[in-house]
């Protein structure tokens, strides 16, 4: 169920530059934050410098730790389901998955690699 908050109008306004940076819709930032914010409140052993260095490939995923790695995981899918949205990336992908020897799955989620001799 959908509930209504009143933000302040300074932090609303860092909200959108956000939102639009990162390619969100306002409630989507504010959710996306809540998350973080949990996982950060749960944990002792949080950096989310280092979450972000990982999601700029400046370090590795495996370096993080457990928590880290949620926060991590969480923001790489965010990214994945938007890229899904956008109908030129989904034809980018479909291109490159109808290539002989792209791994994929097919219909029933079962790994699959493409026919070299398909092609």
Known sequence: MAQSVKIADDEME?????????N?????QLTHWVRIGREIERSSYFDYARVRAALAAELSPDDLTPEE???WFDELDDYMTELDADPDVAA???????????VGCNEQGERII???NAA
Do not use: M, Y
Request: aromatic fraction near 4%; charged fraction near 30%.
């Open 14 to 22: 860092v909200i959108r530059e956000e939102a639009a940076v990162q």
């Open 24 to 28: 969100r819709s306002i409630a989507g």
């Open 69 to 71: 790695h949620v926060v």
């Open 92 to 102: 980018a992908f479909k291109r490159l998955g109808e290539k002989p020897g792209a």
């Open 114 to 116: 493409v026919d070299e």
